[in-house]
């Protein structure tokens, strides 16, 4: 396995009933990595978290995480913390009791156990209800719970699997602060399963995003935005009066094809041909108004977000298997 | 601070406690263990009182007021036992709570040990419910002694029978509905021997179900005891069946245990 690799996977594949969940997947994941996996409902994340943690056994493939293969699963688990997609928490046990149950579990004595449950309860911001039972706690503090829970056991890889489900704004918004402050001070390996793809653009220094089963798109966030979601259309505004001067123009550049912006006279839509770099598309568009006598008043291209991304490679995705 | 994953691996051997305390802490303090034991005295104090009632009807003689007590007593222990093996893992499952113990490092034997340790809690709180009742019913016929001891043995081994029955059937049910059904379901086949006609008990048919049934078998030899006076050694073989059945069952439950997964079934 190359050196600094905190996940590595070989064709990893898991079916329920014969149906297909994850397609030969694989993947390789940097120590020290924050990893947004993005997919639609269904993709298939939460298989793929439980097949990397140890819950699931793939039915072909292999995997190792921190450098552990996946035929010692007692000793990724020593590795790992998961925050569960809708764990649940049990109501009538107080946090800190539950965090030194967990610590416990991976061998840590009664005493270092409670010190461990204590800090990480004042890391995730509970260290004043601590000692409250669970049922009293809101969606966010057992969120918040659940992440420190996944550190007992001072992991490498940290998977948190859709964190934010379910949060108001404010309790997404310290989630996502906690995990960023979790891999920053714990230097670990984050894998964070979210819809949240604005998040992912500001908090991930990588983005996975998952389709039926299979990777459609991987790279650093900004790679992503540009492969995947190259701006295809553009928005070129004129004069009004020269509008049907424009689209002649334009037509006969045989580089754009172009169409009326509705009853908006004062705008055009340009469209990417296939084949076409957007960028040169865009200067030949512009420069063939200019030669023409056209000034334009206003140019943006769209796309170039990760949320485009994630609409043009899910939506290829379903076009290909169409 | 020392990284848990550069520690010495301390296995089953601490998880097990760890699990068994938690269990016992939620079974005992959590507000589950005590009102089943409440209706287990209530259910013996009733009995007793009858029982009690007839002898002074001489209706039933003392040693057959202190079997069928006792008998009732290992029979509803041995159910209450029963209930909480076949919640454990099934109710964890249910309430999602069962993944976060799966990532765990501690086998999964380990896990239903700890378990099955809570569950058998409820037996030995029962018999020790049921001391003081067999003590009033049996004192002045030299029954006391042996009443508790046996009660203590047979008890004992359908409780391990249970609890791995129950534990074995939680950790493949997909819900808690089905374990705790399917459970209660086998329960009540396992008394239905003792429901048969008089004359076929006495056939060779029905001799075998008695003897190979752990709970009849366990239940006629408690009554050879208490009734008849027969020494522990006498009747010996009609502890085979419930012998027997504990090992499969244990077997059984650690061979699922190894396969125990978040979605029930067994998985290979």
């Known amino acids: 396995m190359p050196e600094g690799l905190a996940l590595q996977a070989k064709g990893l594949r898991k079916a329920y009933r014969g149906v297909g969940a994850v397609e030969s997947l694989d993947l390789e994941v940097e120590a020290g990595t924050v990893l947004g996996f993005l997919g639609p409902n269904g993709a298939g994340k939460t298989t793929v978290i439980r097949m990397l943690s140890t819950i699931l056994r793939p039915d072909a493939g292999w995997f190792t995480v921190a450098g552990i293969p996946h035929d010692q699963p007692i000793q990724i688990r020593r590795r790992v913390g998961v925050l569960p997609e809708s764990a649940g928490y049990p109501p009538g046990q107080t946090g800190r009791d539950w965090l030194t149950f967990h610590a416990e579990l991976f061998g840590r004595s009664r005493g270092d156990a409670r010190a461990t449950a204590r800090r990480l309860l004042a890391e995730v911001g509970l260290a004043e209800r601590g000692g409250s039972l669970i049922s009293g706690y809101s969606r966010g503090m057992r969120q918040r719970l659940g992440i420190a829970r996944a550190l007992v056991n001072d992991p490498r890889v940290v998977f948190l699997d859709e964190p934010t489900f379910g949060l108001d704004p404010m309790g997404q918004l310290q989630v996502l602060e906690l995990m960023g402050r979790v891999a920053r001070e714990h230097g670990v390996t984050v894998v964070l399963s979210t819809h949240l793809l604005a998040e992912v653009e500001q908090a991930c220094d990588r983005v996975l995003i998952l389709h039926r089963g299979r990777i459609v798109a991987q790279g650093t966030v900004a790679e992503v935005a540009r492969r995947a979601a190259a701006p295809r259309r553009g928005l070129v505004k004129i004069p009004p009066e020269l509008r049907d001067r424009a689209l002649e123009v334009l037509a006969a550049s045989a580089v754009l094809a172009v169409a009326a912006h509705g009853d908006r006279r004062g705008q055009v839509v340009v469209s990417t041909p296939a084949g076409v770099a957007p960028e040169r598309a865009a200067s030949l568009a512009l420069g063939s108004l200019l030669e023409a006598g056209v000034p334009v008043l206003g140019f943006a291209m769209e796309g170039g977000r990760l949320s485009d991304a994630f609409l043009a490679v899910t939506e290829d995705a379903d076009g290909q298997r169409r | ?268």
């Open chain 2, 1 to 268: 601070m020392a990284s848990v994953d550069d520690r010495p691996i301390q296995e089953g051997r601490h998880a097990w406690r760890v699990v068994a305390g938690r269990e016992l802490g939620d079974l005992w303090l959590g507000g589950r263990g005590l009102p089943l034991l409440l209706a287990y005295t209530l259910l013996l104090s009733v009995t007793s009182y009858l029982v009690a009632t007839n002898q002074g009807l001489n209706f039933l003689e003392q040693r057959e007021a202190v079997s069928l007590t006792l008998q009732v007593g290992v029979a509803v222990g041995a159910l209450l036992v029963l209930l909480g093996a076949a919640d454990s893992v099934s109710g964890e499952r249910e309430r999602g709570t069962l993944e976060s113990l799966l990532l765990s490092p501690a086998p999964r034997r380990a896990l239903l040990i700890g378990k099955a340790v809570a569950a058998l809690s409820l037996w030995a709180a029962a018999w020790i419910v049921s001391v003081p009742y067999v003590w009033y019913l049996g004192r002045g016929v030299g029954v006391v002694g042996v009443a508790v001891a046996s009660s203590l043995a047979v008890g004992s081994l359908l409780a391990l029978f249970l609890v791995g029955y129950g534990l074995a059937i939680s950790t493949i049910a997909s819900s808690n509905r089905v374990s705790l059904s399917v459970s209660l379901f086998v329960l009540l086949a396992l008394y239905a021997p003792t429901q048969m006609p008089t004359a076929m008990q006495y056939s060779w048919i029905g001799e075998l179900l008695l003897r190979v049934d752990p709970f009849t078998a366990g239940l006629r030899y408690l009554g050879k005891l208490i009734i008849n006076g027969h020494g522990p050694g006498q009747d010996a073989v009609w502890l085979v069946g419930p012998t027997v059945a504990v090992v499969v069952v244990t077997a059984a439950a650690l061979i699922l245990a190894d396969r125990l997964n978040l979605h029930g079934g067994v998985q290979t």
